[in-house]
Nanobody, 125 residues
Framework: VQLQASGGGVVQAGDSLRLSCAAS????????MGWFRQAPGNEREFVAA??????YYADSSKGRFTISRDNAKNTVYLQMNSLRPEDTAVYYC?????????????????????WGQGTEVTVSS
């Protein structure tokens, strides 16, 4: 599967953005999907995931971000509200290999097999 992330930009603290990740392939609905981010000098960190239809969030994004998917459009979204300067990063969408991801691994980047190219989000104070 190929993933194409978009929707990043430069915003001010408190603003909102919606990221999109369009996927190729006919079996999109069988993939568990995740969003990760990576700030300069930092490791890639988990943001949110949809695993078997249920949503999961990192503590830093809980209550502000919402992950969703539209299987008819082969797209997963990340709605980000109340953005903070510390949310500044390159955001990546990821997919597992045909629904094989286990729940205990959803926050691990190495558990995902496919990655988009990333979309940059900059939040100014």
């Amino acid at each position: 599967v190929q993933l194409q992330a978009s929707g990043g930009g430069v915003v001010q603290a408190g603003d909102s953005l919606r990221l999109s990740c369009a996927a190729s392939g006919r079996t999109f609905n069988s993939y568990n999907m995740g969003w990760f981010r990576q700030a300069p000098g930092n490791e890639r960190e988990f943001v949110a995931a949809i695993w078997r239809g249920r949503t999961y969030y990192a503590d830093s994004s809980k209550g502000r971000f919402t992950i969703s998917r539209d299987n008819a459009k082969n797209t997963v979204y990340l709605q980000m509200n109340s953005l903070r300067p510390e949310d500044t990063a390159v955001y990546y969408c990821a997919a597992d290999r045909g629904g094989t991801l286990i729940l205990s691994s959803i926050s691990l980047a190495r558990a995902y097999s496919y990655w988009g190219q990333g979309t940059e989000v900059t939040v100014s104070s």
